[in-house]
C-alpha cells in the first residue's frame, strides 16, 4: 500500500487505540498519541502494565498482550510488524530502534505441563525477556523465556532462541539436515 495511504489510515487508528489504552487503563498504559498502528492489530492489557516509547508503528495481525501482574516497555522507534505477538505474562522489555520482521514470536512464558491439572490448569513457568537497543530480529524467529539479547544485534531468519546473547553479535542458528537414501 502507498506509504501515504497506509499513513492517513494508520495515524488516526493508533490515535484511537492509544486514546482507548489510555481511557480504560489510566495506570497500566503509556504510550504515544501519534503512532502508526494498523486497525487490524490488537493490544490487550489484561491487569498489567505497558509501555510505549514514540515512533511506534505496528502492522497488520501483530498482537501486543500483557497479563495480569506483568510488564512489557517497549522502547522508542521500535517497528512491531505482521504477524507479531509479544504475549507478557512476567517482563518484556524492548529496547530503541528495534526492527522486528513479519511472524517474529515473542513469549516470557511456558505452560507448565507438570502442574496438578495439566495444560487446562493454565499454570506457566515465567522468565523475563531483555531484548538490546538497535536489533534486528529475522522474519519466523521465536524468543522464548529467559532470553536476553545484546544491542546491535542481528537474529537470522528463523531462529528459536533461549539464553544470553551478547552484544554486537550474529546470531544465527545451524540446523542439521539428514538425507535419506532409498
Known sequence: MNKFVRAAVCVPCGFVKMTLNKLFHPMNFKGPVISLVSPFSEITISGGKLS?????????????????????????????????????????????????????????????????????????????????????????????????????CVVRAGCVLKGNFPANSVIVQKRQTSVEAF
Not at 512489557?72 to 512476567?90: F, L, Q, Y
Not at 522486528?100 to 515473542?106: D, E, G, H
Not at 487446562?120 to 534486528?136: C, E, L, Q, R
Request: net charge positive; proline share 2%.
Open 52 to 152: 510505549i516509547g514514540k515512533a511506534f508503528k505496528m502492522r497488520d495481525g501483530a498482537k501486543i498482550r500483557v497479563r495480569k501482574g506483568a510488564e512489557c516497555i517497549i522502547g522508542n522507534n521500535v517497528s512491531v510488524n505482521s504477524n507479531n505477538m509479544i504475549a507478557c505474562h512476567e517482563r518484556v522489555v524492548i529496547g530503541d530502534n528495534v526492527q522486528l520482521s513479519p511472524n517474529v514470536q515473542i513469549y516470557d512464558h511456558d505452560h507448565d505441563f507438570r502442574a496438578a491439572g495439566s495444560l487446562a490448569a493454565m499454570k506457566y513457568k515465567t522468565s523475563p525477556i531483555d531484548i538490546g537497543n538497535n536489533v534486528w530480529i529475522g522474519a519466523n524467529t521465536v524468543i522464548l523465556r529467559g532470553t536476553k539479547i545484546g544491542d546491535n
